[in-house]
């Protein structure tokens, strides 16, 4: 969904590097999503954020952070990269206006490899 | 614990038959559930939605069933075609999170 962008699409690191994954949207939602997703495995939440002053822990928090720069941008951080965080990385978004119904629309993903 | 699963993690269909792709849920106090479809190097994509007072929804050749008393969700896709060939998710409403499955690996043969 061009609405929701990622960045980098790709990325090769080393283990312990710090680094950053960027999302931005211009679908006007309060809410968003950082999900994980292994081969052959559905996504995992990491991190949600409902508004701008709310950041919440997802299933497998450890390990990351996040910040919620404005209401379109949230960044995922991988504090000390390690190999068994090389996944797809997917940003998601929501309203939860008056026709709330929790349908997320996501970007396109970023693979990240940890060397 | 509570999961959204899949009965089958591969599908493959003749083009033009209809597919059917099943998910089972277990939190009977879900009221939302959705179905997305992941082609290769992609994100998901929105596909279909149904509220838990439904038992029925249609949309352009894809109708998602759901029945409560087993607690289970199904899409079917019409006529299915190669552009359909994807991963479908399906994914469970709670507290404005989505609790997703393992996903079903549709192949359409030519």
């Known amino acids: 969904d061009a609405d929701v962008t990622q960045t980098p699409r790709n990325r090769i690191t080393k283990t312990g590097k710090r680094i950053m994954l960027e999302c931005s949207q211009t679908?006007?939602?309060?809410?968003m999503y950082w999900y994980r997703q292994d081969p052959g495995l559905g996504l995992r939440l990491i991190y949600y954020?409902?508004?701008?002053?709310?950041?919440n822990k997802g299933e497998i928090s450890d390990g990351y952070s996040v910040s919620r720069q404005a209401q379109a941008k949230f960044s995922l951080s991988l504090e000390s990269a390690i190999p068994n965080q090389t996944a797809l990385y997917f940003c998601?978004?929501?309203?939860?206006?008056?026709?709330?119904?929790?349908?997320?629309?996501f970007g396109p993903g970023t693979r990240l490899t940890v060397l | 614990g509570e999961s959204v699963g899949l009965h089958l993690p591969t599908l493959s269909v003749q083009e033009g038959d209809n597919s059917i792709i099943n998910c089972a849920y277990s939190n009977s106090a879900s009221d939302y559930f959705i179905w997305y479809k992941q082609e290769s190097g992609k994100g998901p994509q929105f596909i279909i939605d149904?509220?838990?007072?439904?038992d029925k929804r249609q949309g352009q050749r894809v109708t998602v069933l759901l029945n409560k008393t087993v607690k289970h969700l199904s899409l079917q896709i019409a006529a299915t075609q190669p552009g359909d060939s994807a991963v479908y998710f399906c994914a469970e409403s709670r507290g404005g999170k989505l609790i997703f499955g393992q996903g079903t690996e549709l192949s359409v043969k030519p």
């Open positions: 998601a978004t929501s309203d939860s206006g008056w026709l709330r119904t929790d349908t997320q629309y």
């Open positions: 954020s409902f508004d701008v002053k709310d950041i």
């Open positions: 679908k006007g939602h309060d809410r």
């Open positions: 149904i509220r838990s007072n439904m």
